[in-house]
């Protein structure tokens, strides 16, 4: 059956909707089949690119409420996929906590829930950005760790389960491993360096606490913003895809030369996560 690949994260202005339009133009190219959904109505920038014929459901309400019936279309949309298909969803920021309680209320990634009980696999994805979002977004990988893969432990801690010990405002919380969906971590660096103290990422201290509960990193590339930059920034403002803007005519050709090396590497990082086939992996 399908594999459902969650866009989520706390904190926007991360670039939740760029991992989500870059990792479905990968599953294109690869020549799987694969849709798309951007469940935020109100900010779909998602839903924008029209070549990749995105679906927009209005699941964030005014008042970022939930709407349980708009929800309930990505389970049928699923079911329609063909065989190993691949659904990617971005849920965008407005409503984070609601939908997050949402999904935890109706039990939707747990072994019981409606996706795994008809042979849907999930994969969920956190989008980490460098400046000034960096420490939010750090959290919001936290959090989504503290909800969906993992538990705090009472009494004692179940034998040959992964146990991890995370530090919060100086108190140290013991917590297990309780679900097999795999986390995608992505590393943007379009505002800076995701760098702390000169420490990467590998070196921080909530991969060295949560890393166990992460299955793979996909590390967007870092070029020269004055160049590779510019030219990232015009296609995304056009809402083109990599094929389109690889291949227009109205560009220069160092501009095509340089999305394209951008994208072949970008490419590269997600063959190396095995995003296709990590879902089956678990």
């Known amino acids: 059956m399908a594999t459902l690949h969650y866009i989520i994260n706390a904190k926007g202005g991360v670039g939740k909707s760029f991992s989500s339009v870059t990792l479905l133009q990968y599953l294109i190219e ?3 089949s694969a849709r798309g959904i ?3 109505a109100a900010n779909n920038t998602f839903g924008a690119y029209r070549e990749l014929d995105v679906v927009v459901l209005p699941i964030v309400a005014e008042g970022n409420r939930i709407e349980p019936l708009e929800f309930d279309r990505i389970a049928d949309i699923a079911e329609a996929m063909p065989e190993d298909g691949h659904l990617v969803i971005d849920t965008g920021s407005s ?5 997050c309680q949402y999904l935890l209320d109706v039990d939707a990634f747990g072994a019981e829930g409606v996706y795994r009980q008809h042979g849907h696999e999930i994969v969920l994805h ?3 950005a460098g400046g000034g979002g960096l420490v939010d977004s750090l959290t919001g990988l936290s959090d ?3 909800n969906f893969k993992s538990a705090p432990i009472f009494g004692e801690p179940a034998e040959d389960v992964p146990t991890f010990d995370f530090e919060i405002q100086g108190e140290h919380i013991l917590r297990q491993l309780v679900s097999d969906i795999p ?3 992505w590393l943007n660096p379009k505002d800076g360096r995701i760098q702390i103290e000169g420490k990467e990422f590998f070196d921080f201290s909530i991969y060295q606490n949560l890393g166990l509960a992460i299955d793979a990193v996909v590390t967007l590339p870092v070029h020269d913003a004055a160049t590779f930059g510019k030219d990232l920034a015009a296609m995304l403002t056009r809402r083109e895809t990599f094929d389109a803007a690889i291949n227009s005519s109205s560009r220069s050709i160092m501009t095509r030369h340089r999305l394209k090396r951008y994208w072949n590497e970008v490419k590269e990082e997600l063959q190396n996560a095995n995003v296709i ?3 089956a992996m678990q």
Not at 95 to 99: D, M
């Open 126 to 128: 956190s989008v980490i």
């Open 183 to 185: 986390l995608v971590v």
């Open 144 to 146: 989504l760790i503290f």
């Open 30 to 32: 690869s020549g799987v």
């Open 277 to 279: 086939s990590i879902g």
């Open 38 to 40: 951007d469940v935020d």
């Open 95 to 99: 409503a984070y906590p609601q939908l």
